[in-house]
């Protein structure tokens, strides 16, 4: 603003920003924020210029090393350099141009090296490259480069389609590799119980047929002290299993039990042959024990 239009001796400049004077239209000073004097008529404000951080959006079209056509958006920030005022108003016809075909240049060179991917996860690489070769040529002008950004990736409409189908593709055969994990695990898990099923049950029957076996002997022990011979003890202990077992399966009530005829004769037919077996089964374990003798004498 000045005071006294045309000859007036002051102007002012405001707060972040600064004025060109001119003498005879050749460039006299730089005047910054506050009241100022100049010369009527011999002196005018050729311009002036903001010293404020201020933004240009670039939107770049470019293509990928995997032949991908991508839009990115580039926000600069940057403002003129207090002690390049000079080279800001008269070097630099239009920065917005300027900087622009920069932003161009760099992008074009940085992201045709890179993959679609690469481009998403590189961006800040990007915008570093593009901050340095901006900063290197804008100096020269008067202008300082703040920041550069990335601030949209935006690939071809199909390719974002196909992404998305990988991806999820992706996200379902990790999935199903959970999955079969975790069924391997329930597998190997159920076998493994099983397994140790078995093995205590089979311990079960070891243990209880040991257990029996102890008991016929020591039957059959008691026997003999009362002149029973073992041949007889065995036959008597065998019968009375027998008629234990029919006695338990007469106690249930939901068992069906056919009897065949019981007669006297009949069970002593049955101990006879019970007392038969066993005696063959004694001179066959004997005979074999001699056999094994007359091949080992020193046993």
Do not use: C, W
């Amino acid at each position: 603003m000045e005071i006294f239009s045309g000859t007036s001796f002051f102007f002012t400049v405001s707060q972040q920003s600064a004025a060109i004077i001119e003498r005879f239209g050749k460039f006299q000073s730089i005047r910054n924020a506050g009241l100022q004097f100049k010369l009527p008529i011999l002196d005018q404000v050729a311009g002036r210029v903001s010293l404020k951080i201020q933004q240009l959006d670039v939107i770049v079209e470019t293509k990928t090393s995997d032949d991908v056509f991508v839009k990115l958006k580039v926000s600069v920030q940057y403002h003129i350099l207090r002690d390049k005022i000079y080279e800001a108003f008269y070097k630099l016809e239009n920065p917005h141009d300027q900087i622009t075909s920069y932003v161009f240049d760099t992008v074009r060179a940085e992201v045709p090296k890179m993959k679609i991917d690469d481009v998403f996860e590189k961006k800040d690489d990007i915008a570093i490259a593009i901050k340095r070769d901006l900063a290197k040529a804008m100096d020269d002008y008067g202008y300082g480069i703040v920041k550069a950004l990335v601030t949209d990736i935006d690939p071809a409409t199909e390719v974002k389609v196909a992404m998305n189908r990988i991806n999820a593709a992706e996200r379902e055969k990790l999935a199903a590799e959970y999955e079969a994990e975790a069924d391997r695990i329930r597998i190997v898990a159920k076998a493994r119980a099983e397994a140790e099923s078995k093995r205590l049950q089979g311990q079960g029957i070891a243990d209880q047929r040991r257990e029996i076996a102890r008991g016929l002997e020591e039957s059959v022990e008691v026997l003999n002290k009362v002149g029973i011979n073992s041949q007889e003890a065995s036959a008597l202990i065998v019968v009375t299993q027998h008629y234990d077992t029919l006695q338990s399966m007469g106690e249930n009530a939901n068992s069906n039990l056919i009897l065949l005829p019981n007669t006297p004769d009949n069970a002593s037919n049955l101990l006879t042959q019970m007392v038969t077996s066993f005696s063959a089964s004694a001179q066959i374990g004997e005979a074999m024990k001699k056999q094994k003798e007359l091949k080992d004498p020193k046993k």
